[in-house]
């Protein structure tokens, strides 16, 4: 049954954890299917269900008994953080008959719970229990029975962390200075890669999925403008242009971009890994943080992640006076109630601006 797909549409090591649920928490993942969710919304559905299952069959408990009580030591037991095992595939070359070869293998790892993680998994397990009650496989929500002291903290609007220009100039800046410090300073493609993938998220504000759905066929220029088409949330469609940084940097990339031995399926990916395949999110966020790393930024910035590079632009944007519903336009904000949040920062701003003058009267 292991080697059964459970979809033909979801990757494999995806198929492998939900062939794993109950059969009426595979029927969930067969309406998000017909639903036509995103392959991303239903991954992470499916690393947070398993989570769960993963605790409560070391807990003793089945579906059928999971009450209140029993969902509130499961968030007290992932509070900290928790082990993931994954499934990953390696690719390389066999150094005998230089054929690329795939494996995949097994990886445990610890994550750390943030914030926005625990509210995800808080939501995913909502809706699973909700389509439980729904289809009369349970006679009771257990989440709505659920009460934790720490839900209240869901509704506080928290004020993003985001870098201030000058931050931003030396997280670029850090791609050449990493790069300058290694052994060997024959510039490897993926220097040009690194550098214009943080000119992109930092001009564009698009979400990490968005960045690693990137085709060549993205880009369309129009005789001296370059433009990247898109596709955003619910398959929404936005355009938008480069500034002279952002497609002088990608065109440096595109001139140095692998064109040989790239894997099959992954020729039109516009950013490729060091295997030459797409490129994941997980590396992305690593790309990130290496060079967070060597702009030694302040401790506020320390923790810079690639969806923080979207707060980036937005505060910037917003500080210099543009319109909320062209930064709406712009990041693929479905409601302008998630670009306001935003406001909340300039407000900020200017009330230490005010403090700082009064303290120097």
Not at 304 to 311: A, E, F, T, V
Not at 322 to 333: A, S, T
């Amino acid at each position: 049954m292991a080697d059964t797909p459970f979809s033909r549409r979801l990757p494999e090591n995806i198929n492998r954890i939900i062939i794993r649920f109950p059969e009426d928490v595979r029927e969930f993942f067969l309406e998000m299917i017909s639903a036509d969710r995103s392959k991303q919304t239903i991954a992470n559905y499916a690393y947070d269900f398993a989570l769960f299952f993963d605790w409560l069959e070391t807990s003793g408990g089945v579906l059928a008994t999971v009450d209140a009580h029993m969902l509130k030591r499961f968030f007290r037991h992932i509070e900290n953080g928790y082990e993931r095992t994954t499934r990953v595939k390696l690719v390389k070359k066999n150094p005998i008959s230089g054929i690329m070869e795939e494996k995949w293998v097994e990886r445990t790892h610890f994550r750390e719970n943030s914030r926005a993680g625990k509210q995800r998994k808080r939501a995913s397990l909502r809706s699973l229990f909700r389509y439980l009650v729904k289809t009369r496989v349970l006679e009771r929500d257990p989440m709505e029975e659920y009460e934790d002291a720490g839900l209240k903290s869901r509704n506080q609007k928290k004020v993003p962390v985001f870098l201030t220009r000058d931050e931003a100039l030396r997280l670029i800046q850090a791609v050449s200075q990493y790069h300058e410090k290694q052994k060997r300073r024959q510039q490897h493609w993926y220097e040009y890669r690194d550098r214009a993938l943080i000119l992109l998220l930092l001009n564009t504000g698009m979400r990490v999925s968005e960045l690693v759905s990137l085709n060549l066929n993205s880009l369309q220029r129009d005789g001296d403008t370059l433009r990247v088409v898109i596709f955003g949330k619910g398959g929404k469609e936005r355009m938008l242009k480069l500034n002279r940084p952002a497609a002088e940097g990608l065109h440096q990339y595109l001139s140095h971009r692998p064109r040989q031995e790239v894997l099959p399926g992954h020729q039109d990916a516009l950013l490729l890994n060091k295997n030459r395949s797409r490129i994941s999110r997980k590396a992305i966020g690593e790309v990130i943080h290496k060079y967070v790393k060597e702009a030694n930024l302040p401790p506020k910035a320390a923790n810079i992640s690639p969806h923080k590079l979207r707060h980036t632009l937005a505060t910037l944007l917003l500080s210099n006076g543009e319109n909320l519903r062209v930064v709406q336009e712009i990041l693929g904000h479905s409601s302008i109630q998630t670009t306001q949040i935003y406001t909340h920062v300039i407000n900020a701003e200017k009330d230490s601006a005010l403090d700082r003058l009064g303290d120097g009267t």
